[in-house]
């Protein structure tokens, strides 16, 4: 007699999750621009803000800080699996556009604050609006934020 153990496909992320694991994750960035020496906090932030979705915790991959605090993840639609590096950076280049001006003091700053905020509130318009809660990030590297499941891992 065999054991049948239904297979749940990951649900979606809940939309305010996914805005606040964004938050901790810029809020991440900004503390090691101001924390460590310049040059070196703001383009540790900005390499942050690029790849932050393909860290690994505890063997789970996927994850930003951001997303590993509130139980989400990055997955690649197509093939079923957690974010590589080339998935984060694609679907982070929107937000990395804005991060990378900020090592530029003043003139920098100010041009990611009228790029960046911009280019976020797009975002988030997106995950609103779009009927699959993709944003533009996760269109241009096929992926997509799911709640991680306790019991099976993924």
Known sequence: MFLVVPVHPPSRANIFNRILAKLIDLLFVFLLAYFL?????PLCGFIYSIFGDALSFNKRAGASLGKRLLGLKVVQVLEKRPAYWKDAALRNAPVGVATFFAIIPVWGWLIAGLIGLPLMLIEV???????????????????????????SGV
């Open 125 to 151: 318009y997106l995950i609103l609006t779009v009927e699959t809660g993709h944003r533009l990030g996760d269109v241009m590297a096929d992926t997509e934020v799911v709640e991680v499941r306790k019991d």
């Open 37 to 41: 020496p310049y040059p070196m906090g």
